[in-house]
């Protein structure tokens, strides 16, 4: 099918955007998933970049590990169709060298490849002489030296666009988060890099869509520069991730009731 080509914004102009809406799929399972979310995310007109995890860290093997390269051409079908720019989770040089190749906009470093040096140095080498943003969201364990290393590393690199993305910090049994924001080490990441984005991962944090809204609306009156929020068109049926999906229409609204600043 033939599908309209939107004009797609300059990349820098949107990582520039307060806030800075980031929305899509835990994971890139379909073309036909990927497309459709894009579009009805897009018609929201609330959403500046599309995410989908192509690659997918699980912690426990025999999960869905992620579509691989063949999802790629969908985020970019994606782009030209709605004009949303892409990002994606990259642990691996050849994962970033396949992002590349694929016009992904903004890279972003997971929460399980943060707490690693090596992994998190491959990444680096791999950028060195590449032009592109990159997102780097906390270690799962609260050590903000391991989060600001990986800052370290990535600059070193010669990458000058970073952000951070804070979606909380695991710990044994059930809490009513999934990951505990611990908003106090957000805050005092935000101090020690003054003027670097800090996007908010409300999904990641709540692991369940009826605190999602809340946790959203914390981070706004903390001052965050954004949201990266998941969804789906049919959350329910997720691959990964489905109690913490919501639906491009019911982000939107999130999006809308959302108290912008006090
Ligand atoms: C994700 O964004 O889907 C993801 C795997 O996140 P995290 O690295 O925060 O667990
Ligand atoms: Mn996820």
Not at 79 to 101: F, I, S, W
Not at 112 to 128: G, H, I, K, M
Not at 214 to 231: F, K, R
Request: include cysteine.
């Amino acid at each position: 099918m033939e599908q309209a080509t939107q004009q797609t914004k300059n990349v820098m102009d949107v990582w520039q955007k307060r806030p800075l809406i980031i929305s899509g799929p835990c994971s890139a399972e379909t073309e036909e998933q990927v497309l459709q979310t894009a579009i009805r995310l897009a018609a929201t007109g609330k959403v500046d970049m599309l995410r989908a995890g192509i690659w997918k860290p699980r912690t426990r093997p025999g999960q869905f590990e992620g579509i691989g390269v063949k999802g790629l051409p969908w985020l970019l079908q994606a782009k030209k169709v709605t004009g949303l720019l892409t990002t994606v989770e990259v642990a691996t040089a050849k994962q970033v060298e396949d992002a590349l190749n694929f016009d992904v906009d903004v890279l972003w470093i997971g929460a399980r490849t943060t707490v690693n040096p090596f992994s998190v140095q491959e990444v680096a080498d791999a950028l060195r002489g590449v032009n592109i943003p990159v997102l780097i969201k906390n270690p799962i364990n609260p050590d903000l030296e391991l989060w600001t290393g990986a800052v370290e590393r990535i600059a070193k690199a010669g990458i000058q666009h970073i952000g951070l993305i804070h979606r909380g910090f695991s710990s044994y049994g059930n809490t009513e988060y999934r990951n505990a924001p611990m908003w106090h080490l957000a805050i005092e990441m935000k101090r020690r890099n003054p003027g670097m984005l800090m996007i908010n991962d409300p999904s990641h944090i709540s692991g369940r869509r009826d605190i999602l809204q809340d946790v959203a609306q914390t981070a706004i009156d903390l001052d965050y520069d954004g949201l990266i929020i998941e969804s789906h068109i049919d959350p329910d049926h997720a691959w990964s991730d489905a109690k913490q999906q919501i639906t491009p229409e019911r982000l939107g609204e999130m999006i809308g009731s959302i108290n912008w600043r006090k």
